[in-house]
């Protein structure tokens, strides 16, 4: 047992770190670290630098721009990443599609879409969830129907993230209806999101912003090429596809870079008449917290090295650990910086009027009760925590 | 990055578990707390002929050359198994004081029994008004030509009461609560002068209150600067503590999911309900949070910056005290009745686990400390 990192992985952090601060621009880091959303370009243009360093997508086959790294290097070049503030790759590209075409589409789909998905010259989203659908993903009902050369899709997606902004969109849609288990007849299919038939709504969450959207199908036509694999295989792929982001759900260096900045700005409030970090119950909360995270850091780094024993195309039960603990403790940060900011947490920015008038208070409060409402998501998405629950009572448990 | 056990530890694991599985069943255990001791000197004879009381000494003084990832094992095992005798007294506390203290000559003296299972450690440290401070120091050690004479009031000494030798902390110099004039000091318990009263502790081990007058005594390393190895070897202690909480946890928890699984009410087990199961799932939760603690601070009791080495210890203890409790009460809970009798062994774990809580520094205090020092984050 060592459980120090070796000297090459040392090296190799500080080759992550130079990368990431000198190369991704500051005033996209800054953003970040305020907690404020970056746009569709400066998305684009953090993914497009390190994808030119070979730097995007580094879990994906050799071929197709991947690393060949060890789980300790991808850990460490997510870590980096997040502590430094550096949004990552689109995950619906990164994460999601791009590994489900490397591992099953066809020749022409890998050619097609695979730069394209690394180089975010496409914008991916992800049409999973529906208004009937959500952890019980397998009850969708949007229908692909063949009809010659096409399939012929109509249904309704929902909670679709950044539709607003994307290009193309993975859908899961029945293709047998009369499939004997529910999870049968389902299939994996590639859309244009400028095919006539498509319609998209914002809908705004309780931070204000626009976030997630519905996305309607009516007689939407897909030509047959645009399905990956094999027709009503379509849940095996999205199984895989859920079970490829396993550690970085956890996201420590995402909590512990807003500690950092929330020990900084509790320097600059004060209560009474010292800073609110000399507190000592505001600190003592505020250690309770970085306890739990060095734990879930060491948990973390228990199931990176545990990858190496196991079957990378199986999703590992432990990362529903990481997720559950994970969110909670993204959350409790966000509550920790609406402590430091105080009352100034009262004004709200209405993003849908627009307004010319200078913010309210102190710069660094706007984004405190923002980022509190909408990070309330993170412990409902990706598998709620109650379906993780599930996973773990199921699978390591044996309930 | 590599959490395995080598060869040598899993066969020291295997081995352990082995024994443990054979003798230290709950009605056995019973059975060594009634002895005279409260513990029984066959099952510390099997220890000694497993290695394991000779485990973190040298070759050269008469051991086995074991760090703190296998002291860590063995506690591990003997948390699940609630083993009461005096291993962590003897071979875990006085085994890194002696380790870090002793000369050559005293380790010469005393290694050999303590690996041979004839001779019983005890760590006498605290006193009345100490609570968990390592400086609270009013016992006093005065010079006598060669050696030293200790005189004061040693209260809750682990085991106390059957060790043959005891290792006191008495301050030679220096005032109360300060970090200089602290010694630590080897003393016969059947020296003249040593009186002791031994009782039961509420998680089924043995404790002593003992007074010392005008005891004679030998220092071990610096009469007066004894402090920072009493803080090393007590960060060691916490290490193999947090080790042991993690094997008490993990009874809990598996006694629990296998209770859920078979006890049935309304005509079907209560496991099926999942309420219960995601109740056992964030208890899962918690003891592997724990368990990566432990782990971490295994890796940090030894570090060389003493800084970083208390903000690990404080973390690593907080973390345990607040799983230990989770899991400990929700174990309690979810056996219903039954947790709540001596009967049976769940409720012994809890017991034990609460003792570790609230010894060697409370959850509340490691907490107030590790914020004092800023916490495990640089702003």
Redesign the interface.
């Given at each position: 047992?060592?459980?120090?990192?070796?000297a090459e992985?040392n090296a190799f952090r500080e080759r992550m770190r130079d990368f990431f601060t000198t190369q991704i621009p500051a005033d996209i880091r800054e953003q970040v670290q305020r907690g404020e959303h970056v746009s569709r370009d400066q998305q684009v243009a953090a993914q497009r630098i390190m994808n030119a360093h070979g730097l995007a997508v580094p879990h994906w086959p050799a071929e197709w721009g991947g690393q060949d790294w060890t789980p300790?290097q991808l850990y460490i070049y997510q870590d980096e990443m997040q502590q430094n503030c550096v949004p990552a790759p689109l995950g619906f590209n990164a994460n999601m599609v791009g590994p489900v075409i490397a591992q099953f589409g066809s020749d022409a789909q890998k050619k097609q879409f695979l730069p394209a998905t690394a180089n975010l010259d496409i914008w991916w989203c992800q049409g999973f969830s529906e208004p009937g659908a959500g952890s019980d993903l397998a009850s969708l009902r949007t229908t692909a129907v063949r009809d010659g050369d096409h399939y012929v899709v109509n249904g309704q997606k929902t909670w679709t993230t950044l539709a607003q902004y994307a290009d193309w969109i993975f859908c899961l849609a029945r293709t047998d209806p009369g499939a004997a288990k529910k999870q049968q007849g389902i299939s994996f299919i590639l859309i244009d999101m400028q095919t006539p038939g498509i319609t998209v709504r914002p809908i705004q969450t309780l931070d204000g912003g626009v976030e997630v959207n519905e996305v309607w199908f009516d007689d939407v036509r897909v030509p047959v090429e645009n399905l990956v694999g094999e027709e009503n295989r379509g849940w095996d792929y999205a199984k895989f596809l859920l079970g490829n982001e396993r550690t970085g759900i956890a996201r420590v260096g995402v909590s512990?870079a807003r500690?950092?900045r929330i020990?900084?700005l509790a320097?600059l409030e004060h209560v009474g008449d010292r800073a609110m970090?000399e507190e000592?119950h505001f600190?003592?909360k505020?250690?309770?917290v970085?306890?739990?995270?060095?734990?879930?850091?060491?948990?973390q780094?228990?199931v990176?090295?545990?990858e190496r024993k196991r079957d990378r195309a199986l999703p590992n039960p432990?990362s529903s650990?990481l997720k559950?603990?994970g969110s909670e403790l993204q959350q409790a940060t966000t509550e920790l910086l609406m402590d430091v900011v105080g009352p100034y947490i009262l004004p709200y920015d209405d993003h849908e009027h627009g307004s010319n008038e200078p913010p309210v208070g102190p710069e660094y409060a706007a984004e405190a009760a923002p980022t509190y409402f909408n990070w309330r998501k993170i412990s409902i998405y990706g598998g709620s925590n109650?379906i993780q629950?599930?996973i773990?009572?199921k699978a390591?448990?044996?309930? | 990055?590599?959490?395995?056990?080598?060869d040598e530890?899993r066969l020291l694991k295997d081995s352990v578990d082995r024994m443990l599985a054979d003798r230290y069943g709950f009605e056995a255990r019973k059975g060594y707390r009634a002895a005279p001791e409260g513990w029984s000197r066959d099952i510390w004879a099997q220890f000694a002929d497993l290695g394991l009381l000779g485990l973190p000494f040298t070759e050269e003084q008469g051991g086995f050359g074991g760090g703190l990832?296998d002291a860590a094992t063995v506690m591990e095992a003997f948390g699940r198994a609630l083993v009461v005798e005096p291993y962590f007294a003897t071979v875990v506390a006085c085994g890194a004081l002696l380790r870090h203290a002793a000369s050559a000559a005293q380790m010469e003296a005393l290694v050999p029994g303590i690996a041979a299972g004839q001779r019983v450690l005890a760590y006498a440290q605290v006193e009345r008004q100490s609570r968990h401070s390592l400086t609270a120091i009013m016992t006093r050690a005065e010079r006598d030509g060669d050696g030293w004479r200790i005189t004061g009031e040693k209260s809750l000494v682990l085991h106390g009461d059957s060790a043959e030798t005891l290792l006191v902390t008495a301050r030679s110099a220096g005032q109360h609560r300060e970090r200089h004039g602290i010694g630590l000091f080897l003393v016969s318990a059947d020296a003249p002068g040593v009186s002791r009263r031994g009782y039961p502790t509420q998680d089924g081990l043995r404790a002593a209150e003992i007074t010392l007058a005008n005891v004679p005594a030998e220092a071990l390393g610096d009469p007066a600067e004894a402090l920072p190895i009493l803080e090393q070897a007590n960060d060691e202690m916490l290490a193999a503590l947090c080790a042991e909480a993690v094997g008490v946890m993990t009874a809990m928890h598996a006694m629990t999911?296998d209770y859920?699984?078979t006890r049935k009410q309304f005509g079907r087990a209560i496991?099926?309900n999942?309420a219960l199961?995601?109740r056992?799932?964030?208890m899962?939760?918690s003891l592997?949070?724990?368990?990566?603690?432990a782990?971490?601070a295994a890796?940090m009791a030894s570090d060389p910056n003493p800084l970083e080495r208390q903000r690990a210890m404080h973390?690593a203890k907080?973390?345990i005290g607040?799983s230990g409790r989770h899991i400990g009460q929700e174990a309690i809970q979810l056996h219903g009745g039954i947790g709540v009798t001596m009967e049976y062994a769940v409720g012994h774990h809890f017991k034990r686990m609460t003792m570790i809580e609230r010894g060697f520094g409370d959850t509340d205090s490691h907490?107030?400390a590790?914020?004092?020092l800023?916490?495990?984050?640089?702003?």
């Open positions: 047992m060592d459980l120090r990192f070796t992985e300790v512990k500690i950092r020990k900084q320097a970090i000592p600190r003592e505020l250690a309770a970085e306890v739990e995270l060095k734990a879930l850091e060491m948990t780094l228990r990176v090295a545990d432990a650990i559950i603990k109650e629950r599930n773990v009572a390591i448990l044996g309930f | 990055m590599d959490f395995d056990l080598s530890q990832v999911v859920l699984k496991g099926e999942q199961q995601h056992a799932v964030d899962y939760v592997e949070q724990a368990r990566s603690m782990l971490y890796m973390a907080v973390q607040r907490l107030a590790l914020a004092r800023g916490g495990l984050i640089a702003a």
